[in-house]
């Protein structure tokens, strides 16, 4: 069965880097049929896409975050990543990982991880 | 201020139908990218409601139903029931490669 699950740190002080990774189970982050995708929501507000990264390791990033962002894929231990550097409180939110359920970055988004809170505080 | 444009709210009795809008532009929905539906619960993470405009996943209740006009789409519940409480996002794409999601609304059943 298809799981995805995200871990990183709760807590980071501002301009430090958030790391997040997505270990998916029941499929290869490698196989042609899907792409990967970051997500966050802000406390009490909507969703907000972070970026997209495909079976190759193209990405694709959100405008508002350009310049902050790396997503990677590990092949070996069948994840993904997100690193946003300089974070502010801006960047406290819930973060999900979620499968594309296509080999391209319109189509939905079928499965989700249960998503991980990162708080950004002094 | 997000790029598909939903009603904060909207609510109804149960068995009754509503309908929740997501407006885009010539740019997304317009451009004729796909629009998809999810529902969040509280505290629990996004699940597809609707995908492709109009089709349900297994184990999506007929219920729900979506459909797209011009640079708009909808979404309808029918029989409305207290278990449809929730959050309902419409997301879609656009042609600076940037996956969309609407504000959101809120459904309360009275």
């Known amino acids: 069965q298809l799981q995805l699950q995200e871990s990183g740190p709760g807590l980071l002080e501002p301009s430090e880097t958030l790391s997040l990774t997505c270990s998916v189970s029941?499929?290869?982050?490698?196989?042609?049929?899907?792409?990967w995708g970051w997500f966050r929501q802000a406390p009490g507000k909507g969703l907000e896409w972070v970026g997209t990264i495909s079976y190759g390791g193209g990405t694709y990033h959100s405008p508002s975050l350009r310049g902050r962002l790396a997503i990677s894929i590990d092949t070996s231990r069948n994840q993904f990543s997100v690193n946003v550097s300089s974070v502010t409180a801006a960047d406290t939110a819930i973060y999900y990982c979620a499968r594309h359920a296509g080999s391209n970055g319109w189509s939905p988004n079928d499965v989700w991880g249960q998503g991980t809170l990162a708080t950004v505080s002094s | 201020q997000s790029v598909l444009t939903q009603p904060p709210s909207v609510s109804g009795a149960p068995g009754q139908t509503v309908t929740i809008s997501c407006t885009g532009s010539?740019?997304?929905?317009?451009?004729?990218?796909?629009v998809h539906w999810y529902q969040q619960l509280p505290g629990t993470a996004p699940k597809l409601l609707i995908y492709?405009?109009?089709y349900r996943p297994s184990g999506v209740p007929d219920r729900f139903s979506g459909s797209r006009s011009g640079t708009s789409a909808s979404l309808a519940i029918t029989g409305l029931q207290a278990e449809d409480e929730a959050d309902y996002y419409c997301?879609?794409?656009?042609?600076?490669?940037?996956?969309?999601f609407g504000g959101g609304t809120k459904l309360t059943v009275l």
């Open positions: 029941g499929v290869s982050v490698t196989s042609p049929n899907y792409y």
């Open positions: 010539s740019s997304n929905i317009g451009a004729r990218y796909d």
């Open positions: 492709d405009d109009t």
């Open positions: 997301q879609s794409y656009d042609s600076s490669l940037r996956v969309l």
